[in-house]
């Protein structure tokens, strides 16, 4: 199995700590690097027709795209150590809590930056009022978070999950928005060291 | 066990129709208006701080939100005829498709009627540039659908999925964006006269 990235991206991140807390290692990593459009060629976009990373792709060719599919794949073949919960009520919580981090914390964190760096001018037109709105988005949910997370442990109670998973690699993402935790967000601070000094955090 | 909805709304659609093709009937579901600020209520904002619908109350109280995490919920109690794959390719296939549609499909038409129309106004100060953009996204993908359905009966080669579910209710949505099927677009159409026939389509 191999799965193509670019190491300092947010969402290969999520899949190299997932894969290390599951403790799965037989996996090849191939760069590219997406500033000079590797991620662009026509042999890519037959891994993965919009281009992103990371691609999976299986001994038999089959290519799984999409951070989450790569680790309900893992999940499913190796479930020991669940990430993405052990019974009906703890699987829907953690696909809410994965959904709130993606929705309202990732996504405005990724496009935030795409419309305000200009890291990929060449290939979009950058809005610069829609990434002001999106690191308001930011904010708001990094505050909502530290509410949270003063009577919780991980964003699902006591269980480290996928989507502790999310939330610390969006929250590390932010240092290109410059965007970090605010000295009165103890709640989410804590949490965040934590999280961090876990092995898995420096896949 | 009650759902919270908006009868109209693309998301509690997603649930319903995912219901009736399981077969599962005892629910209770209370309608709430959201142009009239129903779900912004601190009574509502206690089951979803976002105030989105649908949510999910279970018997004891515990609330799932987000459409997605709601669905699974019911597969994990109902197993029988399931919508989110039954083997680690087929769920990851499915994940990953899933996420194409909500991403590249779901979220650019939910952004253009936000951004265009001027019905969440009161709430929100509308982007046009940005809806405008989006606009472009939903028609790209509408036009990748119809390729790739050249080939494939549903959106995961013959299985019908929780994948067709969010295709469908978001291509019925586009009717607020003045958005539909163009005339060469015949696979699409195919699959739409398809998906649109099954009595679960009407729930």
Chains 1, 2 share one sequence.
Request: glycine fraction near 4%; hydrophobic fraction near 35%; charged fraction near 25%.
């Amino acid at each position: 199995m191999k799965i193509y990235e670019m190491r300092i991206a947010p969402n290969p991140r999520r899949v190299r700590i997932f894969l290390a807390e599951k403790g799965i290692s037989n996996i090849e990593f191939i760069q590219l690097d997406l500033q000079k459009g590797e991620n662009l060629t026509p042999e890519f976009k037959r891994k993965n027709p919009f281009g992103k990373v990371p691609v999976l792709e299986l001994d038999d060719g089959t290519c799984i795209n999409e951070t989450v599919a790569i680790c309900r794949y893992f999940e499913e073949i190796h479930p020991e150590n669940p990430l993405l919960g052990s019974n009906a009520v703890e699987k829907a919580q953690i696909e809410m809590w994965q959904r709130w981090v993606e929705f309202y914390f990732l996504m405005p964190t990724g496009m935030c930056f795409q419309h305000t760096s200009g890291y990929f001018k060449d290939r979009m037109v950058p809005i610069r009022e829609w990434g002001d709105e999106c690191r308001i988005h930011v904010s708001k949910f990094m505050h909502f978070l530290n509410k949270h997370l003063e009577t919780n442990t991980y964003l699902i109670g006591n269980k480290f999950s996928i989507a502790d998973i999310t939330a610390l690699c969006t929250l590390d993402f932010n240092k290109v928005n410059q965007i970090s935790i605010s000295p009165e967000q103890i709640h989410l601070k804590r949490w965040y060291e934590d999280v961090s000094s876990r092995p898995s955090a420096k896949a």
